[in-house]
Structure formats: C-alpha cells, structure tokens
C-alpha cells in the first residue's frame, strides 16, 4: 500500500460522531517540518507543545488535549517508528502510556526511511497533504491548517472537485443569502462571497441535504467551520466566550449574537437539530457567551 493509500486508512479512534484528528493532525505536522528540512526523527518534546496548539485550534473542544495518544498509536499503522521507547510491543495499542514517559525517555518519532524517502517526492506528498486535508476537515479550515504547520499553500492546487449540486440547492433554499448576516452579492450574474456550509461536516459523515446546509458568507462560513459561531436549538446565533476581536469584531460577529438565524424558505429545509449537536459538541469552542432572555 503506498503513502497515499496508508494515510487515508488511518486507524483512527471512534466513538459514536466524536471526532479524532490527533493522528492527521502528527502527520501534517511531521511533513511541515520534514517540507522545512527537519530530520526523520523528532523529539517528543518538540513536537508536543505545537501538537497540543493544533489540537486545540482545529480538534473538538475537550477538557484535557492528549499529542502523546497520537505520537504513541501511529505505530498501529504501520509507518510510524518510534525511537528511545523501551516498552513492550503489546502496549502499542493501549492508552496507557503517559507524556511523562516519552519525555523522561527523550523519545523521538517519524515516518519509516520508505515513507520519509517518500514524501520528499513533491507530488507524492501533495496528495498525502490532500488526503489528509479532505478526510479530516472542511475546505474552509485547509489554509489556516497549511499555515499552523508550516506548508506551502500551494500544495492546494491539488484539491478535489466538488459536486455543485449541493452548493446550488442550499444556496435557493436561503434566497442566495447568509443565514447569518443577510449578506448576499453578483458580479453580473454570477453570486460571490455566498456559499453552501455542511453543518455536521461531510469528512463526519454529514449528509448533501437541505437539513444539513446553510447559506453563509465566505466571512461567517470560515467562523462556523473554525466554531467560533454555532445555533442553539432554538435556531439563535451563539458565539463562543474565546471568540475576541477588534471593533470590526463586534460589528461583523457579535452584534449577530443572540440574533435568530435566517430560515429557508421552506420549513422542511430548516437545520436538523441532531447535525446542530453535532456542531456544538465536536466543534464549537464552548462555552457560548451569554444569551439575554426576552
């Protein structure tokens, strides 16, 4: 199986809709750095603090963030050495080896010499990057991605077409307008800045349909795949407490907060409720600012 093949294979821990991009997130890391001619092996120590960063920014919100799961269980797929680690190969699949290990060991991890050799290729590790990016998050999320890591943005020239089916019905469903902001605009004919945002994110499962879409602009899509912006059961706008910015900030985001969303017009086309838990659990950075009472 080669390195494109192995990354989209991952065996990558499930349960229920959680999300897991610990290992994608290793990956993209390590190839940032090997891109930036770092050598095969890398200290745990180094690459735990960055890990961490990466998991808080682009992963679910969780209480405690754990780089150490990730460096430790890539060794189930095959490609992943790990170096200084004296512990038995029965362990590789459990969860109980703790950070303090690998750094009390200075443990050091990387591709194997054949996938290493590998990604050296160009094209062989833009389509790793690719499928790395497409199985593990929306499209609006890749370039914020590439630049924490540290890779070129032109790697993403290589990125899959989309079916515009979805784009076209979401967007006259929402009148070709954001459901947040109202926004909408042409050049001629052609609308721009409006697009067609997966609420439970296709790499997640979520399906092409009415209930799962909503118009955005290109502004509050970003914000609502990145979960600073999400909706309440009651189709009310929340923004995150960690969300800040500048004046702009306020008058862009939060002067929306609280605010009902745009509907579609049609009732049968309103979000699904279970795809807005989605959204709340696995990526809006909780907890949400306060919400007045009427």
Not at 144 to 169: M, Q, T, W
Request: charge should be negative; charged fraction near 25%.
């Amino acid at each position: 199986m080669g390195i494109v093949e192995s990354f989209g294979n991952l065996n990558v821990w499930t349960r229920g809709d959680e999300r897991a991009p610990h290992k994608p997130l290793l990956l993209l890391y390590v190839i940032g750095q090997y891109l930036n001619h770092q050598p095969r092996l890398l200290p745990f120590s180094r690459i735990e603090a960055p890990l961490k960063q990466l998991l808080i920014d682009f992963g679910p919100h969780r209480k405690a963030y754990h780089p150490e799961l990730p460096f430790w269980h890539l060794q189930t797929d095959g490609f992943w050495e790990l170096e200084n680690v004296n512990l038995p190969t029965e362990r590789i699949g459990s969860a109980s080896v703790k950070k303090k290990i690998l750094i009390d060991a200075d443990a050091h991890g990387g591709l194997s010499p054949e996938f290493y050799n590998g990604i050296q290729n160009p094209h062989v590790a833009a389509e790793a990057i690719r499928i790395l990016l497409e199985r593990n998050f929306p499209d609006s999320a890749h370039e914020d991605i590439l630049r924490a890591v540290g890779i070129d943005l032109g790697y993403l020239v290589f990125r899959r077409k989309r079916d515009s089916k979805f784009r076209e019905e979401v967007l006259r469903a929402y009148e070709n307008s954001c459901a947040i902001c109202g926004f909408t605009s042409r050049i001629g004919h052609a609308l721009v800045g409006i697009e067609a945002a997966h609420i439970k994110w296709h790499q997640a499962g979520g399906p092409d349909t009415h209930p799962n879409g909503l118009a955005l602009c290109s502004l509050h899509h970003k914000l609502f795949d990145r979960g600073m912006i999400t909706f309440t059961e009651d189709y009310r706008i929340l923004v995150s407490e960690m969300a800040t910015g500048s004046a702009m900030f306020q008058h862009l985001v939060l002067d929306f907060h609280g605010r009902e969303l745009n509907m579609p017009v049609r009732s049968a086309y309103n979000p699904d409720l279970q795809f807005i838990e989605w959204h709340v659990k696995e990526v809006f950075h909780s907890p949400g600012r306060e919400l007045k009472t009427a």
